[in-house]
């Protein structure tokens, strides 16, 4: 009995040590099929990224400024790669066995090394490695490496096998042919590089630059999660990488279409994606629009932030719901609205001020491909959104021509110039041009250069006539932002005048004698005529400094300063800024030029007489300033000048018009003084000049702006047109002349006024009607 009992409970123990065992080699297959399944899926889905067209910034007409147009490109995706390929395969097993992930060149070097460390390799040494994970992805990899003829059968021998019997016999007979799809692998890669037309060792350190970076961002989280002793450190490490080796990152811009069409059938991790790229049809105010560039290291530091986070999630051994929301959003954010590192950014000019409405939206398409890459199933697809256009009130035909002119003219004069057109009563800005003008090549090429000029000219101002015309401080164009801000000089007598005027400070019939010089505070105090005694509107015809000047001295310090701010003078006129009502949201966007300072801190008897004609406390202005000041004038309310015309659908805020309070008899009597100086004033016809703008109807004014320290004058011309119906403001400024605005600035505004893309300007200034 004792006997049979014995027999019958070795037969038990027999039995349930098989069934354990036939159990265990279940759950590992079971276990490996469910990695393979898992694997295979993951291998063959895909998520791509659908760009944005980033919204165009357009003239008033329409025309293009900036647009976008669709390139191709070739990316990289590591996942891909190292799972498609015998060379990523290659890296996972050195990784896997050593903890180091060799780099491609490395592998392309030496990859027999590698592939022998396999072949020694013991079943001991196979099950000493932890997790049991680590194991699982190391027989993933060398099966593709290799090939195995039973993966079951294989297994089983592992289970049975002593620890010193080799972890995979036929691994040295397969050395060989693995070599040789390496070698194919690297031909592939030479192929790519050749189509692309770069070099192969370019590519291949592309390549490796972007796994490096994969590798030092988990290699961050993995210290932080030692450092919270936290046990399973592979499994984090995988975890990340599955987060981080699905990033498609971009190699090389602008492949041929066959390139981007072929690459992912070439070889696995490679990827020809469609990408919205930034062109510039025109160099029309190339220095306001300006470009796009990839973003800086400070632009991507939120990526960087949410991409840490997503990290940190993902240490934590347990996430709440509240975790594992956050984390999903973050995923969202990274995906959708986070720059990307081979995304377009505005740098500079409008495409910086207005990224917020320029930039739109990226989607994806996920679905899941065949091995050569062709789309089996879309799983789910969300369409990315484009960005606003953004519409400008320049018109680039006047831009343009106005800009050859002004060129032309500051070659002869050999000096930096500038014209402004503003459009009535809207005060849109119709035309700022400079000379010299900037060109994006120029500016992103020669920017060092051109700034180590400008701090040279700054330290010695009197060098700048010796430098040519054409590199004076391109980097600041004069229309807005000039170098060295001007005095208004003599364009700045109408606004004292009619303010006067308005307030009684002086009547129509006030006179002051001018006597061509006078002494005040010992020194002198100059006019270019001695035009005896004068009233105001003679005043305005001759451009009387010594009127002026006497006016200044009834008036006082605080009403000259508070009816300069009246005409926008000492602040900046934003001209480029918006404020945009999008359903709830409210965004600022803008850039602004240099802000015209009043000088309130001088203070003295002959300070306050320069003042008076616009020399003294008001020796910084811009162009643009003058221009929008004239349209104040000419329809007695103060509106800043705009640039922008529209962005996209949204409502654009401009601030509330602020009138002027000029007396109707006022307003007359000056403007009536500005229409007599192309007549028989300042800016009267004369055929040496070849000036004659007596047949127009312009109220103008000519300026000729001191400089001092032996530096020849400015010259300046501004006004409105016509007079009774304005329709435009302008302003004509060139640069140290050395002449008086009826002798410069007068003629060239008559060159731009009579140039063939004028004709409605034109037809304006006859008082003609406008089609």
Not at 252 to 271: I, Q, S
Request: net charge negative; charged share 25%.
């Amino acid at each position: 009995m004792e006997a049979t009992a014995r027999v019958a409970l070795l037969a038990l123990l027999l039995t349930l040590g098989a069934a354990i065992s036939v159990a265990r080699l279940a759950l590992l297959q079971i276990g490996q099929n469910s990695f393979w399944e898992e694997e295979s899926v993951k291998a063959r889905t895909r998520s791509h990224g659908v760009a944005f067209r980033r919204g165009s910034i357009v003239d008033a007409l329409g025309t293009p400024l900036a647009t976008s147009q669709v390139a191709r490109d070739l990316y990289f995706e590591l996942a891909g790669f190292r799972k498609g390929t015998q060379l990523g395969r290659l890296m996972m097993v050195e990784h896997l066995l050593t903890a180091l992930r060799p780099t491609l060149s490395e592998l392309l070097e030496s990859p027999r090394s590698i592939l022998e460390r396999v072949v020694d390799l013991r079943v001991g040494d196979y099950r000493r490695l932890s997790p049991l994970r680590r194991r699982e992805d190391l027989r993933f990899y060398v099966l593709g490496l290799f090939g195995v003829p039973s993966l079951k059968d294989w297994v089983a021998d592992l289970e049975r096998a002593q620890d010193e019997a080799p972890f995979f016999a036929e691994a040295a007979a397969r050395v060989d042919s693995v070599v040789e799809q390496i070698r194919r692998e690297c031909g592939i890669l030479q192929a790519i590089s050749s189509a692309a037309a770069v070099e192969p060792q370019d590519l291949i350190a592309r390549v490796d630059e972007h796994i490096g970076s994969i590798d030092r961002r988990v290699l961050r989280s993995l210290e932080v999660a030692r450092e919270r002793a936290r046990r399973d450190l592979y499994l984090l490490e995988r975890e990340l990488h599955r987060e981080l080796d699905y990033e498609e990152v971009e190699l090389l811009r602008n492949v041929p279409y066959e390139l981007a069409r072929d690459a992912h059938h070439m070889l696995a991790g490679f990827l020809g994606k469609e990408c919205v790229r930034r062109v510039y049809p025109e160099e029309v105010l190339a220095e306001i629009v300006g470009w796009v560039g990839k973003p800086s290291d400070e632009d991507l530091k939120l990526r960087n932030a949410h991409l840490d986070e997503i990290s940190r999630l993902l240490l934590s051994d347990e996430r709440s719901l509240e975790e594992a929301d956050l984390l999903d959003e973050l995923r969202e954010q990274v995906r959708a609205e986070d720059p990307s590192p081979d995304e377009e950014r505005g740098r500079i000019g409008l495409e910086l001020a207005y990224e917020s409405a320029l930039r739109g939206r990226r989607g994806y398409v996920k679905r899941i491909a065949s091995v050569d890459g062709r789309t089996i199933e879309e799983i789910e697809r969300v369409d990315s959104t484009p960005g606003r256009d953004v519409q400008l009130t320049v018109r680039c035909d006047w831009q343009e021509s106005a800009e050859q002119v002004l060129e032309e003219v500051s070659r002869t004069h050999g000096s930096v110039g500038a014209f402004v057109l503003i459009e009535l009563p809207s005060r849109k800005i119709r035309v700022m041009a400079s000379f010299p003008r900037p060109v994006r090549l120029e500016m992103r090429n020669l920017y060092a250069e051109l700034v180590a000029l400008e701090e040279t000219l700054a330290r010695s101002p009197k060098e700048v006539i010796g430098v040519p015309v054409e590199r004076r401080f391109p980097l600041h164009p004069c229309a807005y932002r000039p170098f060295f801000p001007p005095a208004p000089g003599s364009s700045f007598k109408p606004f004292v005048a009619v303010m006067a005027l308005s307030e009684g400070v002086a009547t129509a019939q006030t006179r002051f004698t001018c006597t061509h010089q006078m002494t005040v505070e010992d020194r002198t105090l100059g006019c270019l005529g001695m035009h005896g005694d004068v009233d105001v509107t003679e005043a305005l015809v001759k451009s009387c400094n010594h009127f002026f000047a006497h006016l200044a001295l009834e008036v006082g310090y605080e009403r000259l300063f508070a009816w300069a701010e009246t005409f926008g003078f000492g602040s900046s006129t934003r001209f480029a800024d918006a404020t945009l009502v999008d359903e709830h949201q409210v965004i600022e966007c803008g850039t602004s030029e240099t802000r015209g300072a009043l000088k309130k801190a001088e203070k003295g008897k002959r300070n306050l007489m320069l003042f008076g004609f616009g020399q003294g406390a008001i020796d910084d202005v811009t162009p643009l300033q003058v221009a929008a000041a004239m349209g104040a004038l000419a329809v007695r309310s103060y509106l800043p000048p705009t640039l922008i015309e529209a962005v996209g659908d949204c409502r654009v805020h401009r601030p509330q018009e602020r009138r002027i309070a000029i007396t109707e008899n006022a307003w007359k009597t000056v403007v009536t003084a500005l229409g007599e100086v192309t007549r028989r004033g300042t800016a009267a016809p004369s055929p040496a000049l070849g000036l004659d703008l007596s047949g127009y109807d312009l109220a103008t004014k000519t300026g000729t702006a001191q400089v001092g320290g032996g530096l020849p004058d400015h010259s300046w011309t501004a006004g409105f047109f016509p007079i009774r119906a304005p329709r435009f403001a302008f302003a004509l400024f060139l640069e140290h002349t050395g002449a008086h605005g009826g002798e410069a600035a007068a003629p060239a505004f008559q060159r731009i006024l009579e140039h063939p893309a004028f004709a409605e300007v034109l037809a304006a200034a006859r008082n003609e009607p406008v089609h």
